[in-house]
């Protein structure tokens, strides 16, 4: 079998390099007991968290070859048939402040998962006697998302972070605040939901990076969703976000086919939509992206209903309940 090489992405606080380790290869080793196979044998100098070794902590999150996994919990064999036999790069996580190597900041990180208000609120009915005690159906429909280890790989991957973090959190900060939220035994709902409304949860782009990344086969993305189905059973309709939704539904039960034209003002309003899209819709025309036949069409789509709308239909109310 061919040697493990690795290419590290290392960083010393000032210079960033890209550094190459060969060693011999070892079945049954880990991402991680190659790094420590590195430290140990090769370069004191490399950087890197981990504590657990079990897939328990989450402090050995790393990307390799872009793509975010938990270093203890990863055998490179298994990356090696996935990506052949070549070298592995091993970048620190995306979307964060590296401090040195693969090591990451967290503090900012830490302090935004606050803005769940994380943490069991009970209803006044739980006596200190008894406990919260909770039902079996209750505790399940919650308990994907207790296991999340805060290991930051749903965060490394996400897209909408990747183009701001000032409007929208990290994926797992939704994981927790859906956690609270949706806790059959807690005192108000609305506590750990109000601050995801105002930071983000609306502008999820449905990527689905966070889902297939977890190492905990938790999804963030559901967690959005859930949090923005709560919102609306608590009469929080109103903004562009609910809007969108609410037109996405609406065109659904309508046709089954999305309109697009129609969305923009659905969502923004006549006024907005008008004087912040009308310059980008003239350039579309102005370069042969849309003719007049085509946006006509758009309008009068609704009239076209796709093949059994009423199975659609069906799907959508039972979704309602
Ligand atoms: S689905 Fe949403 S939360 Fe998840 S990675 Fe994509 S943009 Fe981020
Ligand atoms: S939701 Fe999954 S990927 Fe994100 S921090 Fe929690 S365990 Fe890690
Ligand atoms: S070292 Fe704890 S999860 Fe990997």
Redesign the pocket.
């Known amino acids: 079998m061919q040697n493990f090489i690795f290419l590290i992405d290392r960083f010393d606080g000032t210079n960033s390099w890209r550094q190459r380790y060969e060693f011999p290869h070892k079945p049954g080793m880990t991402v991680l007991t190659c790094l420590i196979h590195i430290k140990e044998n090769l370069d004191p100098t490399l950087n890197f968290t981990a504590s657990c070794r079990s897939a328990i902590c989450g402090a050995c999150a790393v990307r390799v070859n872009g793509n975010a996994l938990l270093a203890c919990d990863t055998m490179v064999d298994d990356l090696r048939e996935q990506w052949g036999d070549g070298p592995l790069t091993v970048s620190p996580l995306g979307n964060a402040e590296v401090i040195s190597d693969l090591v990451v900041k967290w503090d900012e990180k830490v302090n935004r998962l606050r803005l769940a208000n994380p943490g069991l609120h009970a209803k006044k009915e739980f006596s200190a006697h008894e406990g919260c005690r909770q039902a079996p159906q209750d505790m399940q429909a919650i308990q994907k998302q207790w296991d999340c280890i805060l290991c930051g790989s ?1 965060m490394s ?5 990747s183009d701001s973090s000032k409007d ?1 959190l990290e ?1 797992f900060t ?1 994981t927790h605040a859906a956690r609270y939220a949706e806790d059959s035994r807690s005192r108000n709902p609305l506590e750990h939901m109000e601050n995801m409304e105002k930071s983000g949860m609306w ?9 297939t ?1 977890c190492p905990k086969g938790i999804s ?2 559901g967690a ?1 969703a859930s949090l923005r189905e709560l919102a609306f059973k608590a009469g929080h309709t109103d903004g562009p976000g609910p809007r969108h939704a609410d037109a996405f539904r609406t065109d659904l039960e309508n046709t089954g086919r999305l309109n697009e034209v129609k969305l923009v003002p659905r969502t923004e309003g006549m006024v907005s939509a008008a004087t912040k899209r009308l310059p980008f819709t003239l350039r579309m025309f102005a370069r042969g992206k849309l003719g007049p036949v085509e946006a006509a069409r758009l309008f009068v789509a609704d009239n076209h209903r796709v093949e059994d709308h009423d199975g659609l239909k069906r799907i959508l109310k039972a979704n309602r309940k």
């Open positions: 749903c991957e996400c897209n909408k972070l929208f994926p939704y502008k999820c782009l449905h990527c689905m990076e966070c889902v990344k963030p993305a959005i």
